[in-house]
């Protein structure tokens, strides 16, 4: 018998910012979870308009619950978790309910792409005649960070819009269009108290009231029941002339379809990280609370399109971000909230840089070299982008004299280590940081191709580097020299960032018995089956679970805790020092792609969480749908060779198939 774990999550995305989420075992576990999650602005401005569903089955035997809510303190009602026999994530999550008197119950939940529309549709497994199913639909209207109560201002009324009912909860907010196969009987309701208990977990606010308008009444002995939630976006909805039975025909059919032209769940996986915003497109960073963050698309882009071969829209991102350079800077995240971007990160640049130089060099070997005013903006940025580290912009960021990269400033966080408590950054780096090394002069080799200009700055870097960052005594590369600025001092913390000198860049910066000293100690302290702590056991600082209220957590955030996306730049300097041999290919996906693998069936599903404990049974935290995870997992089975790579694309459909079964 295949069991699961209820709490799994499931996620299924509009292409536009929206999406719909939730659990394996109903009973949504976050403030984000919700039927009906509509970007206003995409991909920004998200609210949530239906957050979920109360529904039970009648039958001549009597009423059965298929629906679970958590509620405070801590209680469980009703108990529809229990009648869940089989679940499958592919090609969209799919339940299996089994009433006690037998009557089996497929309940599907799709969400339809470039529109804020999902599908809810109920079908019996078997003909009955006496089965009805009854539907009450449980909605707020609030930003999706927020949380929403029992209020006055809340519009129950429906108005009638040719097939649908609409609902306009609050004024200023999406309507809610809302088409069924079924009769609807007002009857408004408050439903009080609702617990999301991960948000509880996370030591902040995490209860809620949901209204409930009226319920809907489906005759499942006439076939299968349509639910379609539509938001009125960005402009108002004409009214619904097709029947909703005919529209949930319309939505599956082309759902099947655009699905099934993925080479496999783990590539229609990638998929829910491109979105649309203004004319372009961009990458959202994870679901289900992050937007679009400079660092996170550049590293997530190669391995959710380059990889692929998706040059349309990985050129569609890069344009798209050209022009948002400023002073030789991309900005690190463009925000919830207004249009100023925010320019805090030394490496989201320096990682664009990259990824342009990886793009232009794919497309060229494809034979569909990027020509004209497109290619200017793309050489264009990157120009714009080394000469302002060269000659010194924002937050003390400039080439040094040994022609290294100093940046940093008190109270200001440049690098992907950027959490802070209290006003402060927890590892400010201030200095000069090994992975920035890596990406400029990575990002100085690659531009050689453009202009002869920087080929001495590399050199000269190059040589600085390998003389500067070397800890003989410890047999790996300092995390920072020049600490605080101050010529000399170093931070000799174990940390990953300085696999990036090895692997993971298209540039190595050490060889020999140097770069294998550094893989072997990486691995021997920072590997976990989920990717490389953040800091080893025995520093200052560890921190082995990323667990508690806000100060803790950001306190542990990099100080310990695991980054799945490490992974890529770790197995690809693993591989480099063995020469990419077949053995050592075939060694690396029994070792390190395996447990990325197993991995996909356990938290959000498909898919590859933010972060994880540093120590067994490494629980996976944070977003647990997470866009640069996932790319360098896809890089992984690229790199352990085409076999392998199959193999794990195969393999990506394990974790579906563990959620395949009775409890």
């Not at 690098?415 to 990575?442: F, H, S």
Request: aromatic residues 10%; glycine residues 10%; hydrophobic residues 45%.
């Amino acid at each position: 018998m295949l069991t699961f774990d209820l709490g799994s999550e499931w996620l299924e995305t509009d292409g536009l910012g929206g999406f719909a989420s939730g659990t394996i075992g109903l009973a949504r576990t976050r403030r984000y979870h919700a039927l009906l999650l509509a970007a206003t602005t995409p991909p920004t401005g998200r609210v949530v308009l239906v957050n979920g569903t109360e529904a039970w089955l009648e039958t001549p035997a009597g009423r059965f619950a298929l629906s679970a809510q958590r509620y405070q303190p801590d209680i469980v009602h009703p108990d529809g978790a229990r009648r869940i026999v089989a679940f499958v994530p592919e090609p969209w999550p799919t339940w299996t309910f089994e009433a006690e008197d037998g009557t089996r119950l497929v309940h599907e939940i799709i969400q339809a792409r470039g529109r804020a529309r999902t599908l809810l549709r109920w079908r019996l497994a078997a003909p009955r005649p006496l089965a009805r199913l009854f539907v009450r639909l449980l909605m707020s209207g609030r930003d999706y960070h927020a949380l929403h109560r029992e209020n006055g201002g809340f519009a129950f009324a429906p108005e009638a819009a040719g097939e649908a009912l609409v609902w306009r909860p609050y004024p200023g907010l999406p309507a809610v269009h809302v088409a069924a196969n079924a009769d609807y009987r007002h009857d408004p309701v408050w439903y009080w108290n609702f617990l999301y208990a991960e948000e509880q977990a996370r030591g902040l606010d995490c209860v809620e009231d949901l209204a409930s308008p009226g319920s809907f009444a489906f005759d499942l002995a006439r076939g299968a029941a349509v639910l379609t939630l539509t938001a009125s976006m960005p402009v108002e909805e004409p009214p619904e002339t097709v029947p909703a039975i005919e529209t949930g025909r319309r939505i599956v059919k082309a759902e099947r379809r655009r699905r099934g032209a993925f080479a496999s769940p783990l590539e229609r996986a990638a998929e829910a990280y491109f979105v649309a915003r203004g004319g372009g497109r961009t990458v959202i960073a994870g679901y289900p609370w992050f937007t679009d963050w400079g660092r996170d698309t550049f590293i997530a882009l190669r391995g959710l399109a380059l990889r692929a071969g998706r040059f349309k829209i990985a050129g569609a991102v890069l344009l798209a971000w050209a022009d948002a350079v400023s002073d030789g800077m991309l900005p690190n995240r463009f925000p919830d909230r207004g249009d100023t971007p925010e320019y805090n990160s030394v490496d989201a640049s320096l990682w664009y840089v990259i990824c342009v130089h990886e793009y232009l060099a794919q497309v060229r070997c494809s034979g569909h070299g990027l020509t004209g005013r497109k290619l200017m903006r793309l050489e264009g940025a990157v120009e714009a982008i080394l000469r302002g580290y060269r000659d010194g912009t924002r937050f003390g960021i400039r080439a040094d004299d040994d022609g290294l990269i100093a940046a940093g400033v008190p109270g200001v966080q440049l690098t992907w280590m950027d959490a802070k408590v209290g006003g402060l950054a927890v590892t400010p780096r201030i200095g000069k940081p090994v992975e920035i090394q890596a990406l400029w002069l990575n990002a100085l080799k690659l531009s050689t191709s453009m202009s002869g200009d920087w080929q001495a700055p590399f050199r000269r870097g190059l040589d600085s580097f390998r003389s500067r960052f070397w800890n003989e005594a410890g047999g790996f590369l300092y995390d920072v020299v020049d600490v605080d600025h101050q010529p000399g001092r170093v931070d000799a913390s174990f940390r990953p960032n300085q696999i990036l000198a090895v692997g993971g860049l298209p540039i190595r910066l050490l060889d020999g018995a140097p770069a294998r000293s550094v893989v072997d100690a990486v691995e021997e302290r920072l590997w976990t089956p989920l990717g490389l702590r953040s800091l080893a056991p025995g520093e200052d600082g560890y921190r082995p679970r990323y667990q508690g209220g806000v100060v803790e957590r950001d306190g542990s955030y990099h100080q310990g805790t695991v980054w799945p996306w490490l992974a890529g730049p770790f197995v690809d300097a693993w591989l480099r020092v063995r020469g990419f041999t077949p053995a050592a290919r075939a060694e690396a996906r029994r070792r390190f792609l395996e447990p990325l693998l197993d991995h996909l069936g356990t938290a959000g599903l498909g898919h590859v969480s933010e972060i994880a404990d540093a120590v067994h049974p490494h629980t996976p935290r944070g977003c647990p749908f997470q866009a640069w995870s996932l790319g360098e997992l896809l890089r992984i089975a690229g790199l352990v060779g085409p076999d392998a790579a199959a193999a794990a694309e195969a393999d990506a459909g394990r974790g579906n198939r563990r959620h395949s079964g009775a409890l």
